[in-house]
Structures are given as structure tokens and as C-alpha cells.
Nanobody, 124 residues
Framework: QVQLVESGGGLVQAGGSLRLSCAASGRTFSLYVMSWFRQAPGKEREFVAG????????YYQDSVKGRFTISRDNAGNTVYLGMNSLKHEDTAVYYCGASSSLVLANHPNAYDYWGQGTQVTVSS
């Protein structure tokens, strides 16, 4: 079992920045692909960014490239999402997910564990 706890969400004006954290406990954190997803009201959960287990290679949804940065601290069992130049359309509940898959998938079904989510609201 892996327990994930997100933090760092909040209310920010358009153009502002936030940094989300996802602290993991349980089984070996470094064995999991870690990703951030988000879900806006009435919409499906969508992939935002992911980071591979050992190589640290990262992948992003096109709409956040150049604005968001995902990183991980395997020693500290934490994954981060730095968000700059925030837009109103970034408003959503942000979730971190852990996947035991060997590949980094952008579909929620590929993820074994989820946190409870943290709300990000960007005022226009």
C-alpha cells in the first residue's frame, strides 16, 4: 500500500504561481511512476504531468508545457508540481497518482494509488 497526501493548493490570481507537494508513505516510493492529474467540475480527470521512476524523465500535457514543472525527491518520498503563469482554465482539483507500471501512462486507469486531491483556483 502507498498513501499519498497532496498539499499546496489555494486561490491565486491569473499569472501567479503555486507549488503542489505530494508526500508518499508505504512501499518504496522510487519504484513508482508519479504523475499529477486534475479534474475540473463536470469534466473527466486529465493528465497534467508525469515523471519516471529512476531516469526522472518528464512528460507534460501540451497546455502546461513551459509553465509547469514536475520533480521528485526519492529520498524524501515527495513529488512536486511547480505551476507558473497560472490561467483561469487551470482551476481544478489536482491529484497525484502512483503507478507500478514500467511505462509512464497518461490515463488514470494505469494508476494504483491516489491522494485525496488539493483544490487550485485561479481567479481571472
Amino acid at each position: 500500500q502507498v498513501q499519498l497526501v497532496e498539499s499546496g493548493g489555494g486561490l491565486v490570481q491569473a499569472g501567479g504561481s503555486l507549488r503542489l507537494s505530494c508526500a508518499a508513505s508505504g512501499r518504496t516510493f522510487s519504484l513508482y511512476v508519479m504523475s499529477w492529474f486534475r479534474q475540473a467540475p463536470g469534466k473527466e480527470r486529465e493528465f497534467v504531468a508525469g515523471i519516471k521512476r529512476i531516469s526522472g524523465m518528464t512528460y507534460y500535457q501540451d497546455s502546461v508545457k513551459g509553465r509547469f514543472t514536475i520533480s521528485r525527491d526519492n529520498a524524501g518520498n515527495t513529488v512536486y508540481l511547480g505551476m507558473n503563469s497560472l490561467k483561469h482554465e487551470d482551476t481544478a482539483v489536482y491529484y497525484c497518482g502512483a503507478s507500478s507500471s514500467l511505462v509512464l501512462a497518461n490515463h488514470p486507469n494505469a494508476y494504483d494509488y491516489w491522494g485525496q486531491g488539493t483544490q487550485v483556483t485561479v481567479s481571472s
